[in-house]
């Protein structure tokens, strides 16, 4: 520790019973020019220092914090609403970007499932179309 840090201690005063000395009474000062800050323009206007000269008061305390508790109930149910309108929108674009994947293939199977597309795709394996149409076979009940 350096010594210049160290403080002398100051002698104690006696014990006698003296009177204590009358402190001064604080001279006001006289008040800064306010300018046109919100805050002055609240103060000029609400009028809320008589509610407050004598200290705060306690009857109103149970208004002031219902008051508060629906502000942040209010801010709450905005901030959810707004989360809630984001999810929403953000659901419809998916469900059209998917109605429009549906779309196009369902057009894609549509063109491909067509007799002439599905001979196209048989030929390589050396299966062709029937030029004959189609015929019903008739089997008698004895034969079967």
């Known amino acids: 520790m350096a010594t210049n840090t160290l403080k002398p201690k100051p002698k104690a005063a006696s014990r006698a019973n003296t009177m204590r000395p009358v402190p001064k009474p604080k001279v006001e000062e006289a008040p800064r020019p306010k300018g046109t800050s919100i805050f002055h323009l609240l103060e000029r206007y609400t009028k809320m220092d008589a509610f407050f ?55 894609d199977y549509m063109e491909a499932s067509k007799q002439s597309e599905v001979a196209k795709h048989v030929q390589p394996l050396g299966l062709e179309e029937s030029k004959t149409p189609p015929y019903q076979v008739i089997v008698s009940k004895d034969e079967y």
Do not use: Q
């Not at 008051?67 to 659901?91: C, P, Q, S, V």
């Open 53 to 107: 000269k004598d200290g705060l008061p306690v009857k109103y305390l149970p208004y002031v914090l219902y008051g508060m508790l629906i502000a942040l109930f209010y801010i709450g149910n905005t901030h959810y609403a707004e989360k809630t309108i984001r999810k929403i929108d953000r659901t419809k674009s998916e469900t059209e970007d998917l109605r429009a994947d549906y779309t196009t293939l369902k057009s």
